[in-house]
Nanobody, 115 residues
Framework: VQLVESGGGLVQPGGSLRLSCAAS????????MSWYRQAPGKEREWVAAITNNGGSTNYADSAKGRFTISRDNAKNMVYLQMNSLKPEDTAVYYCYFGRWGYDYWGQGTQVTVSL
């Protein structure tokens, strides 16, 4: 199983980024996928989730109205479109799924929102 995030970087407040997560080694289309983030000195927090077929999405209050999670099951990819970014969105963002009681995480991608 492998999850590889990309798309992070430095962006000014109010800007946008699109994170990608490439999944392999499992039947991607069978699993709910999530994005989490961890800011310096803070615990990892859930950001957004999408059902296996993309039919339903959920967001943390901090992400509602600004972030959009999506997936492409043909490409084994999950995305997080982030708009209207704020300095408090600065964190390492992780792709995640769980199977049979095990947690699978990517290596993370750094997002820094700063002038």
């Amino acid at each position: 199983v492998q999850l590889v995030e990309s798309g992070g970087g430095l962006v000014q407040p109010g800007g946008s980024l699109r994170l990608s997560c490439a999944a392999s080694g499992f039947t991607f289309s069978s699993y709910r996928m999530s994005w989490y983030r961890q800011a310096p000195g803070k615990e990892r927090e859930w950001v957004a989730a999408i059902t296996n077929n993309g039919g339903s999405t959920n967001y943390a209050d901090s992400a509602k109205g600004r972030f959009t999670i999506s997936r492409d099951n043909a490409k084994n990819m999950v995305y997080l479109q982030m708009n209207s970014l704020k300095p408090e969105d600065t964190a390492v963002y992780y792709c995640y799924f769980g199977r049979w009681g095990y947690d699978y995480w990517g290596q993370g991608t750094q997002v820094t929102v700063s002038l």
